[in-house]
């Protein structure tokens, strides 16, 4: 596990701890922690603690608390998004989702107790530097709630006319840009900077979310395939074929590895962007898809 | 509409305003309104703005964003609590339940949207005054997530096991605990002194509520009755019968009243109890049960 990794799981782990108590309703807790460990990539908080090292890194426990609250927005919307009433999944990262585990009531809540963990996180370690804490707040609140958050992202999806970029930027987009902002805020920089770093990773990370699911088998996604189609989601790989999409992925990256400021962490940045590009959609998937050896598969279409 | 009243509704709507955009998902935004307006009593904002008073009130826009958050709070797990997977409500407040109105996917994103929004409330208005922010923060958070606050409180329900006392403080009194102290902070004063004010009146209205869910059709409650014993949960009138239930009440009501500190407004605190005791359960009511003359109404048990 890369030092990153290991100090985010670790600030992760902390934040659970400071609320575990014998009072506590122990499935909610259980719960909860099903909704977070084991994580996915940990892109987001990866994102932020990069950017606050690029800045200086002078408030560690500000930049961790930053980097756990926006993670632990993210594993509230997917336990809200997994429910009967959105995706209705049954699986995530390869185990049962939070309502197939703890029912929905818990699946309900423990989302809840996730959101308000995550103000909770920065509330606790705010008082090292209360003149950042106001600023750092509203930038999470951003990505999270009305009008331009996840939150509202995912309410495009019950409006009968959504536009393609909006909803993506809401849906996706919305955390990146609030991870790269806070990243810099934790560290008393200026957000501005970072903010296209966010905006382009955002929506690459949607656009190749949208290819993996019309790939389907060609990819181990641990995840149910079909859905955008499935539930007649707007997709860029329907708006622009496979191809096209692969090529606008590409450019994507680029323009985020290009955004990156002159600091001296800028040959770092380059490769977490490039790591995770590969991540997301392998070099060799791309070429494939490039050369047509990979056809759409549309199993619920 | 009293004078305090009319700040509330003000803010709130003010706090609407902030975040209302073009970019916004209209059904969501209106989902998010529906939960909120019109209200109830808006007690606990009513107590918050209260307790800022009694302690100068010095920072009037940061006592209001505290009122604010706490009620997007309360609104919020009443969209969430009457989703078909808890109550399975159909009315609230006479009017349609949220879900009724809007749908699932929307009352469980309104209910997400409306507790982001109760932080950025917060960290809208906390650059007035940074050095209170955290524990604001803090305080509101410990009201509302884990382990003792109302999402822990609705979390007892899905347990095997449940102490009523541990359930109904964090189910009903963490919030009101919130109000009061968050009200003290906001004003820069110490909260300690002004925790058991929200104690004994959130166990006071959760008697109260017990008290209402058994004696039905006597009372208009706008809302389903008997709910407590159709699922099961815990109640105090169940536990101590309506006549025990009722002397408690009162017995709390007046813990309340005591246990206002010396200061200027202390005859208002008084008078805001005696009112909210009066519209939570009548001393004509409380008159007729303590003499036999209503009895138990069981519509669902």
Redesign the interface.
């Known amino acids: 596990m890369s030092n990153m990794s290991s100090r985010i799981e670790t600030a992760l782990e902390q934040q659970f701890s400071r ?3 014998a ?7 259980a719960a ?1 922690r099903h909704a977070v460990f084991p994580g996915g990539a940990r892109i987001r908080p990866q994102l932020c603690l990069a950017v606050a090292r690029a800045c200086g890194d002078d408030s560690p426990e500000l930049a961790d608390a930053a980097a756990v609250g926006i993670e632990l927005l993210h594993c ?2 997917l336990a ?1 998004d997994d ?1 009967p ?2 995706d209705n999944a049954d699986t995530r990262r390869g185990v049962p989702t939070v309502h197939k585990q ?5 699946a ?2 423990a ?3 996730l ?3 995550a ?2 996180s ?3 370690a ?2 090292r530097r ?2 950042r ?3 750092l ?2 930038t999470i ?2 990505g ?6 996840i ?2 992202g ?6 009968a006319r959504v536009q393609l970029g ?1 909803y993506q930027r ?1 849906k996706t987009g919305a955390l990146f840009v609030a991870s790269t902002c806070a990243g810099a805020q934790a560290a008393g920089a200026d957000p501005l900077p970072w903010r296209a770093l966010g905006d382009c990773l955002g929506e690459a990370y949607q656009v190749a979310d949208d290819i993996r699911d019309v790939m389907g088998q060609s990819l181990q996604l641990g995840k149910p395939v079909g859905q955008d189609a499935h539930h007649g989601r707007p997709s860029t790989a329907a708006d622009l074929g496979l191809v096209g999409a692969v090529a606008y992925f590409r450019q994507l990256m680029q323009a985020a590895i290009n955004s990156v400021p002159a600091c001296t962490s800028r040959e770092a940045m380059r490769q977490l962007v490039l790591h995770e590009s590969e991540r997301l959609l392998p070099q060799s998937a791309c070429d494939q898809i490039a050369g047509g050896q990979i056809a759409e598969h549309r199993a619920l279409a």
Chains 1, 2 share one sequence.
């Open positions: 609320v575990q108590s009072s506590a309703p122990p499935r909610l807790m909860m509230a919307s809200h429910m009433c959105f703890y029912g929905e009531p818990l309900l809540l989302g809840d107790a959101i308000v963990l103000y909770q920065l509330a606790q705010g008082w209360p003149e804490l106001a600023q707040l509203l609140c951003e999270t709630g009305a009008p331009d958050g939150v509202a995912q309410a495009w999806e019950c409006e909006q809401a």
